[in-house]
């Protein structure tokens, strides 16, 4: 399960800095529905829960999924705002989609 400790040390942020844990918590959920919406998949962190044990689409959090959450939320620590005016732009870097595609479901 990905902490707000894990977050602040993939973006390089002492632990004693907890001015950001709230927002750090409130990505680490985002994140997460992110997953879950790209992949279009219930993501569960363990593989002895009663409802993975029955959700023939269930995703279990693993490295690959943490490595997609910690580079979105680096990314949304770095660019809070929604568009970045007066600089070059780019798209969103290909990690992320390169991460989760395997686990995403196709079709309707």
Known sequence: ???IDKAKHHCN???EFTED???FDVRIKAAVRYVENYTRRKMYYEEA???YLLDPD???YGEDIETAMLLLIAHWYEN???VNVGNITSTFDF???ALLQPYRIYGL
Do not use: K, Y
Request: proline share 5%.
């Open 95 to 97: 990690a992320v989609e």
């Open 13 to 15: 942020i002492e632990q």
């Open 80 to 82: 809070r705002e929604a």
């Open 21 to 23: 844990d709230d927002w």
């Open 1 to 3: 399960m990905l902490t």
């Open 58 to 60: 269930a995703l279990l």
């Open 49 to 51: 829960e009663p409802a």
